[in-house]
């Protein structure tokens, strides 16, 4: 069983296989298109569908710089009817100008006509290397066969193909109980470097066969994203292709779920649930960490103050490196605190790793450093911040940072730039 935490109340879920086609009435599939490398193998395509209508809702990237399929999918999601996603890896179609945009459109397109629906009931995303064009010559052949792959078990496929630097598929979906039905929730997500609050680099696909108002969905839909995706920190960068799509089809007996509805805080504790999991899943994978740490904030006098405390922490490079090093440097930790802009009081602030004292009133405590050591050796640990100024309080999921991140990122654009010249593919 899983347990979810809200504001409110606490619900409990049954978590169950099948990721984004847990739900009923959704199907999903992958093929390998070569979009990176032509000779490469791996599943790089993918395909998320409804058989039914949808309410629709989405939340994108916060960067001023979006690629081509952010920019056409926000257009599309405002339809509300959207049947089908689908996503490739391994080029982020990301600062491509107009080309980018036809090529976006265009995969829409063919997508559209295979299925029978309309263009803009089709959301298109990408993941990858940002400036490089789309191989069209590689993917609009494919689509046939796309849609061929489609099957009510192809979750785990189409949470492969979308993976880059992820060395892990990330798949969640729960079955939640309201008025004596049930509905399902799922979703399956990408993200591993590039993560920062407001976002990160990331896709994320969530289907509910509940029946969920438009107007609803878009509450929870937004409120969750705050909770979980909103709430995770690798490495400080937010990327220009970060997308989080959910789909409601309506195809459970639950009764419909409306503003202060019976079921209303049941749904939206349910989707932050996967929301969140799939966040955590994220940090965990993140390029090349060794740690998972999550950071709380409590007495602050504001939700503000609490939440830039959080941030401020959690993306310091120098709290992050001490981490990788197992070493509880409380020091850095409340130098954070006092760069964040948040309004606090030095002498007040206390510090806890894994719950032991590491900081009273703004000075070391006397627990041992070994004990404190223990803590942050770990892979997992807790870091606690109470500033005994109020009752607001925040929380996000970071990492440490390793020289092993710094090897893998060094020289990613090269690399891609030599691959796509030994295949012959003009960057003109």
């Known amino acids: 069983m899983s347990k979810s935490a809200s504001e409110e109340a606490e619900f409990f879920f049954k978590e169950i296989p099948g990721g984004v086609t847990a739900a009923y009435g959704f199907r999903a599939g992958a093929i390998s298109c070569g979009i990176k490398n032509p000779t490469a193998t791996r599943l790089d395509l993918a395909l998320v569908v409804s058989d039914l209508p949808t309410a629709t809702e989405a939340c994108f990237t916060t960067n001023k710089v979006k690629a081509a399929p952010v920019r056409l999918s926000q257009q599309h999601v405002k339809v509300g009817d959207v049947r089908a996603i689908v996503a490739n890896s391994g080029n982020a179609n990301a ?59 192809g979750s785990d496929q189409a949470a492969q193909a979308i ?38 680099t990331m896709l994320c696909f969530i ?75 994220m940090v965990r994978d993140g390029e090349r960490v060794t740690k998972f740490v999550e950071i709380r904030v409590q007495g602050a006098r504001t939700y503000q103050d609490a939440k830039k405390i959080a941030e401020a922490v959690g993306k310091s490079m120098l709290v992050k490196c001490s981490w990788h090093g197992g070493d509880p440097n409380w020091g850095r930790v409340i130098h954070a605190v006092g760069y964040s802009g948040a309004r606090i009081r030095e ?56 020289e092993e991140y710094v090897d893998f990122n060094a020289a990613e654009y090269s690399a891609a730039i030599h691959a796509t010249r030994q295949t012959g593919l003009s960057l003109a």
């Open 207 to 281: 289907t509910t066969d509940a029946k969920v108002e438009p107007t609803e969905l878009k509450r929870a839909t937004q409120a969750a994203v705050e909770q979980s995706f909103n709430r995770i920190t690798i490495d400080g960068d937010t990327s220009t292709n970060d997308t989080v799509i959910v789909m409601s089809n309506g195809a459970s007996e639950a009764p419909p779920i409306k503003s202060r509805s019976s079921c209303t805080h049941i749904f939206r504790a349910a989707l932050r649930e996967v929301m969140r999991e799939l966040a955590k899943m």
């Open 95 to 153: 600062c491509t100008g107009p080309q980018g945009i036809a090529d976006a459109k265009a995969t829409t397109k063919a997508v559209a006509e295979e299925l029978g629906v309309k263009m803009r009931q089709v959301m298109v995303c990408s993941t990858g290397i940002i400036g490089m064009p789309m191989p069209m010559e590689r993917i609009l052949p494919r689509v046939s066969e796309l849609n061929l792959a489609l099957n009510a078990d």
């Open 347 to 402: 002498e007040l602030i206390d510090i806890y790793f894994g719950g032991l004292l590491a900081t009273k009133n703004g000075m070391a405590s006397n627990t041992p450093v070994k004990e404190l050591e223990k803590v942050t050796q770990q892979p997992a640990f807790t870091v606690t911040i109470d500033l005994n100024l109020g009752s607001a309080n925040y929380h996000i999921f970071t990492t440490d940072l390793s």
């Open 163 to 200: 993976m880059t630097s992820d060395t892990k598929a990330k798949s969640y979906a729960i079955e939640v109980e309201c008025e004596g039905a049930t509905f399902r929730i799922g979703g399956i997500a990408k993200g591993a470097g590039m993560i920062c609050p407001n976002m990160a």
